[in-house]
């Protein structure tokens, strides 16, 4: 957000929401879409979304793929669990220590980056 931030992105156009915050512990993908009505009945403005630990939500990546198609600046925040430098084509990485979960693998290449979900 400091980012935007610096860039003259007025703080009014930033949302952010934590869903570690135990006020929403329990909400449910279907319910992601009050963010939008609300931002909507209080402002007519785009906002660029920050989600932080949204993976507490199941089934929240439909959600930000459709903010994402519609062409909205969507933020995702965790935490980094792993970080792996390849050599050649191939990797195995274990992840036999990671807890039960949704858990997002990013890969970057010279060819782009991406991104897939992974449920251990």
Known sequence: MQQQLNEG???ENLVYI???DE??????????????QANYSVRDIRPTFFFDEI????GWENFARRLANQ???VYLTGKLLKTV????????????DFAAGIYMVQVHTENGTVTRKVVK
């Open 23 to 36: 006020r929403l512990h329990g909400m449910s993908a279907d319910q992601l879409d009050l963010i939008l």
């Open 55 to 58: 993976q507490n939500v199941v």
């Open 71 to 73: 062409k909205y600046q």
């Open 9 to 11: 992105i007025p703080v």
């Open 18 to 20: 934590n869903f570690d």
């Open 85 to 96: 430098q390849v050599g050649g084509n191939s990797a195995e990485i274990s992840i036999s």
